[in-house]
């Protein structure tokens, strides 16, 4: 890291408006973060002894932001959004007298590097200068200040488009508006800064200016990436940064060992770590707080948001938040795993099936068309197709236990709070409102009833008449109901 980082100054202030939204500009997600926390995350990769954020627009969306998730960063306020000048003058009024390196950088700059920012402070430290620019180089740089270097390399000025001549408009090294400062130097300008221009506002570039027009030296490095300069003021640049910067994650994944098979339909969120030999298949999102074991397989068509996947689980065209999935456990396809579900090693959560806040034991397995809430299953359990846990009675939410290696019958309604113990059974078609014990089968359901000949006398001439005659049924006197003597229609 360079040495005598004193502080690193974000600004994000503006208010963005060709972003056309309610929320702050810098608050757009970008790989599942906000801009502004690239900036600041890019920032603090130079281990300055001052990370300080200039907010202004919407900035108790952003404090309360910065409070909750960077607590370490301090912000100053600009009131009024007077000009980049303006802007530093307020953080260094926060901060109060420094000496050393000052940088400073801009929250809508998402694809800005910490090395290059680490490079930019070193090659000002080492050349000794009063300011070092970070400099781009564009095919097309129409809108852009102008770099114009001495026979040293230094540079002389900053030219505006609208005010280069020929030879300045054919320069291609422009500036991006990234600096690192002498402290002092800094200090001094800022204090100097004049409102005579068309906007009325202090620009940082005149700082440039003043130190040039003093004699001292001012520097310029090239970023090797100009894509790292650019920032986003409309929604058209924000999607297109948000594809490159995916495009970077997607490379360091591959490179890491993770094979990725379509690069064009899988995005991958900052901060999302996946291990060696896991295979992400096409249309797949791993988004902001996921980790992924080694050996895994994603995909295709699955979403993961802040989900845990164990070594060598399978995860096939499913949506799950908030979700553990364990070493060796397969989930989908067409799956559904909201907060709070946990699957054991082993574990099976199959086709249609939707579990929430709740735990799959060890080898348990919920085939499919099925929902499990607020439920705890054993180890070994199977949970037959079509069953449900009834965990909600309009008002309060209750649990349901199922032990070890127990058998949930197909079509089971189990209606909380209820426990069905180690080995218990329940029949296929129960709806258990009471505890299941060890070992014991539950049968809650009524006993089937046959009508002889129904058919033929409810439907006589249709074709259902015709068919049920044709395959032997005969005409019978249609039964009569009348009251049943208790206990003749209890289970067998």
């Known amino acids: 890291m360079p040495v005598g980082v004193t502080a690193v100054v974000v600004l994000a202030a503006g208010a963005g408006t060709r972003m056309k939204s309610s929320l702050p500009k810098v608050m757009h997600p970008i790989a599942g973060r906000p801009l502004l926390w690239h900036a600041l995350t890019t920032a603090n990769g130079l281990a300055p002894d001052h990370l300080i954020a200039v907010i202004g627009h919407g900035r108790d969306v952003v404090s309360e932001y910065l409070h909750a998730e960077l607590p370490g960063v301090r912000t100053a306020i600009q009131d009024e959004q007077l000009g980049t000048g303006h802007a530093v003058a307020c953080a260094l009024e926060a901060l109060g007298p420094l000496t050393g390196t000052v940088v400073v950088t801009y929250g809508d700059v998402p694809l800005l590097r910490p090395e290059t920012l680490a490079a930019l402070a070193q090659a000002h430290s080492d050349d000794g200068n009063a300011v070092t620019i970070l400099t781009a180089e564009l095919a097309d740089p129409s809108g852009y200040g102008r770099i114009v270097r001495g026979a040293g390399g230094q540079v002389d000025s900053i030219v505006e488009h609208k005010d280069a001549d020929p030879a300045q408009l054919a320069i291609t090294e422009v500036n991006s508006g990234v600096y690192a400062f002498d ?182 397995k919920v085939p499919h068309l099925s929902y499990v809430g607020d439920s705890t299953i054993g180890a070994g359990t199977n949970f037959g197709a079509g069953s449900i846990t009834a965990n909600y009675d309009g008002v309060d939410k209750f649990g349901t236990v199922i032990g070890e290696h127990a058998f949930i019958g197909t079509n089971t309604t189990l209606i909380a709070p209820v426990t069905v113990a180690d080995g218990g059974y329940t029949a296929a078609g129960s709806t258990i409102t009471g505890d299941v014990a060890a070992g014991d089968l539950a049968i809650a359901r009524a006993r089937q009833t046959s009508i002889p000949g129904w058919v033929l006398n409810k439907h006589p001439g249709s074709a259902i008449d015709a068919a049920a005659r044709a395959a032997g049924a005969v005409p019978t006197t249609p039964l009569t109901f009348s009251a049943v003597e208790p206990g003749k229609d209890s289970p067998a």
């Open 183 to 364: 402290a002092a130097v800094l200090a001094d300008a800022l204090s100097r800064l004049t409102v005579a221009n068309s906007q009325g506002e202090r620009y940082l570039t005149d700082v440039v200016g003043i130190a040039r027009g003093e004699g001292r030296p001012v520097g310029a490095l090239l970023a090797r990436d100009p894509a790292e300069t650019e920032g986003v003021n409309d929604r058209v640049q924000l999607a297109a940064m948000t594809r490159i910067l995916n495009a970077r994650l997607i490379r360091a994944a591959q490179l890491s060992g993770v094979t990725i098979a379509d690069p064009n339909t899988t995005w991958l969120h900052a901060g999302v770590t996946v291990g060696p030999d896991t295979e992400i298949r096409r249309n797949s999102s791993l988004e902001a707080g996921t980790v992924v074991g080694n050996g895994a397989v994603i995909g295709p068509d699955t979403t993961l948001i802040d989900c845990r996947v164990g070594d060598g689980a399978t995860v096939i065209r499913t949506h799950a938040h908030g979700a553990t999935i364990g070493a060796g456990a397969s989930v989908g396809p067409f799956s559904y795993l909201r907060p709070g579900a946990v699957l054991a090693e082993g574990a099976k959560v199959g086709a249609y099936v939707e579990v929430k806040n709740s735990t799959i034991g060890a080898g348990a």
